[in-house]
């Protein structure tokens, strides 16, 4: 019989070498997931999941620990650390692929590694082929499988999976089982962006959880599906119309992490080339005189689809709706200036809605075009005066095309801990770590447990 998909991937990935600095690139991700996991740590999503760890005892011997939180059973920190990566909307993304493979592997990844106190080597190699597996298949499950699918929700619990099977050292033939049984719970449906409620979270969490039990009981010998991407009812087959197996097995030259974008703005990242484009239109225009809110008639911004389609939201009514808002985005823009956290609370929503009203977002076929291998946008901002100011961007800041430096990422960090009230001094720590020089995890467990 033919060699299937996950088996050929996995000879596949075991021919590539992992590098010193692959796994620096590796501990940006993680650095970029502690630092949303902190404030995501202070958001009612948190509370209902450590609501339900406090029903269960402490014991004395935990390894396991919520991020900057209590010790707890290795179960529970799965659970609600793989739900705190993407609260705030600011973990890193894979454009092409469409998701976001932090929030799910590195928690899965992380736990095992404290749990059977694993080397920090193993547990960022660990975090590289989690980020290959998932991205691979985001890209390969096709554009129809994004509009009723949560991307992150169905693709990176396969992530979780292989990162659990490398720190459990499971064999071909097993991690082909762990990816066959996880890949036959697929799921996470669209309908949470319709209502006001957390399941994003939840659909994070189990990922995690389904992704990291899959290579646990793979190890003791639950069988799994081998066919489970191509086969008549697998994945491709159900949930996708316009599947590309091959590019599942495609050879690349490097690691597919070093194609995920970070993300600078506290917003969905369809959003993000919106306000590129308004923040580009409004710097040019400051080199002549400062534009005042009074004089704009309208503001359109053309962008693709996809942003479209989550982003169109003229009346948020919480925080999370005012981050799938473009028409929030720009508002906060205009009034404020460049985002900031404050920016999207519930408190600042109602103020900007004269302004939002002026906004108004639009599909450009052009830009549809180059989507999702490019996250682009136009605004047009149209004055009472007769005069337009216009602004294009291609990729959005953060994309590999305009990368983050290494220390504005450390800023970021840096502000998302400080705003969460971690102690300066493990903030420091933890942004100045030489994670290639430490040999296990002790030290980074020491600066992201509760004191």
Known sequence: MELSLTKELLHYLKSKTISDADRQRAALHVLDWLACCSLGGKSVAAQVYQAYIDEEPLHADYKNHVVFGEACHWQDALLINGALGNVLEMDDIHRSSILHPGPVVIPAALVIAQKYNLPMRNFLNAVVLGYEITI??????????????????????????????????????????????????????????????????????????????????????L????????????????????????????????????????????????????????????????????????????????????????????????????????????AAILQWGEPQLSHYHESNLEQLADIRSLVSVHVDQDIEANYPFHFG????????????????????????????????????????????????????????????????????TSFIKKP
């Not at 990162?163 to 990816?179: D, G, K, M, R, Y």
Request: aromatic share 6%; net charge negative; glycine share 6%.
């Open 377 to 444: 946008a136009r605004c047009i901002v149209k004055l009472k005066s007769g005069e337009a100011l216009t602004a294009q961007v291609i990729d959005t800041l953060g994309d590999p095309e305009k990368p983050l430096t290494i220390e504005q990422l450390k800023d970021k960090a840096r502000m998302l801990m400080t705003a969460a009230d971690i102690d300066p001094e493990n903030i420091n720590q933890i942004v100045s770590m030489k994670w290639s020089q430490e040999t296990d995890l002790a030290l980074l």
């Open 223 to 330: 069988l799994g599906p081998e066919y489970i991407l191509e086969g008549p009812q697998g994945i491709f087959n159900a949930f996708s119309t316009d599947a590309k197996a091959s590019v599942f097995v495609k050879p690349s030259d490097t690691w597919r992490l070093y194609d995920c974008s970070f993300k600078p703005w506290p917003a969905c990242r369809h959003a993000h080339p919106a306000i590129d484009a308004i923040l580009t239109a409004l710097a040019e225009r400051e080199q002549t005189e400062p534009l005042a809110i009074a004089d704009i008639l309208s503001i359109e911004i053309h962008t693709y689809q996809d942003a479209q389609l989550f982003c169109d939201r003229a009346t948020p009514e919480t925080e999370l709706q005012a981050k799938f808002s473009i028409q929030h985005a720009v």
């Open 136 to 221: 691979r298949l985001g890209e390969s499950i096709g554009r129809s499988h994004y509009q009723y699918f949560h991307n992150t929700a169905t693709c990176a619990g396969m992530g979780a999976s292989l990162a659990v099977a490398h720190l459990l050292t499971l064999s071909i033939e097993q991690s082909v089982h762990a990816l066959g049984n996880v890949g036959s719970r697929t799921g996470g449906l669209w309908q949470m962006r319709n209502e006001k409620v957390l399941t994003k979270q939840w659909h994070n969490s189990e990922a995690t959880r389904a992704g990291t039990m899959s290579a646990i009981l793979a190890k003791k010998g």
